[in-house]
């Protein structure tokens, strides 16, 4: 009993400590003209530079036979514009050690670079081509759909990722943004073809849409030249509105789902519970 009574007294101290306040280093924030935000935030240390583009609305503006549309787009903007192949931007990526990523969440599009500060020019052009000028070439787009279809179907085999999806349907429905798969399943992909990525592209990928945020080891006043000019030419477009926040399906009592998969040698269980919205000014609190 001796040695449980301090720690319990320190985790007790801990308990009674006030809620960890969310504190971000300094930054400045601007809206050019044609409505894209940039957040600056000079890191001086190390001679790398971090830049995200957001772009507002993600999974949850697809059409609900489309879902899967804002993600696909997210993949394929690296995979061909006016000046690059795929095969070329990869070559460009490479040979300055950037990385590249974009994926789309239920509620943006996000995608990030990192490089060396001394590559800033030719990292941001890549950024910004990718952005704002893919092409979408049909064979690109051919070969995403079938790799997407194609693992849609294999995720039936795994107990974990089939489950997984079951629940999210089940829990939100149908009907709510967040009851189909940010990644589409097979039917929603088969629905998808060029024209609608193009279509989403436009349509998303507007300035109105864009918060673009830097920071690393860059000049504050330089930097936001490079940005604004890189982004200059995005068109302003509309701004989406992020839907309003509903309660999943099925009201507020207990259900239960169960997917009977004989040849499983393990048992997976999902519990759900609805949250807080995502402008409860508790949610970083909670969150960390």
Not at 186 to 191: D, M, N, P, T
């Amino acid at each position: 009993m001796s040695r449980i009574i301090p720690l319990f007294l320190a985790a007790a101290a801990l308990a009674a400590q006030p809620a960890p306040q969310v504190r971000l280093p300094q930054y400045t924030r601007e809206v050019l003209a044609n409505g894209a935000v940039l957040d600056l935030m000079p890191r001086k240390g190390v001679p790398l530079v971090s830049v995200l583009v957001l772009v507002k609305g993600g999974a949850e503006s697809d059409p609900a036979e489309l879902a899967g549309l804002s993600s696909l787009t997210a993949e394929l903007l690296r995979r061909g514009t006016p000046t690059r192949t795929a095969d070329k931007f990869s070559e460009e990526a490479d040979f300055i050690g950037a990385t590249f990523s974009a994926r789309a969440d239920p509620q943006s599009t996000v995608i990030a670079t990192e490089f060396m500060s001394k590559d800033t020019d030719r990292a941001l052009d890549l950024l910004s081509d990718a952005v704002l000028h893919p092409t979408f070439p049909e064979e690109e787009v051919k070969k995403a759909l079938s790799q997407r279809i194609e693992a849609s179907k294999a995720s039936k085999d795994s107990p974990q990722a089939a489950g997984s999806a079951y629940f999210q349907v089940f829990f939100f429905g149908p009907q709510h943004p967040y009851g189909r798969l940010a990644s589409g399943d097979e039917l929603s992909l088969k629905q998808i073809d060029r024209a609608a990525i193009a279509a989403c592209h436009a349509r998303m990928y507007a300035a109105s849409n864009l918060i673009i945020i830097a920071a690393g080891d860059f000049e504050l006043a330089e930097m936001r030249a490079k940005l604004a000019k890189a982004f200059a030419a995005a068109p302003a477009g509309q701004p989406y509105q992020w839907q309003k926040d509903r309660p999943p399906a099925g009201g507020s009592g207990p259900r239960l789902l169960l997917v009977d998969k004989p040849d499983a040698v393990q048992t997976y269980f999902w519990i759900g519970n609805p949250g807080i919205s995502r402008t409860h000014p508790d949610r970083c609190e909670l969150v960390l």
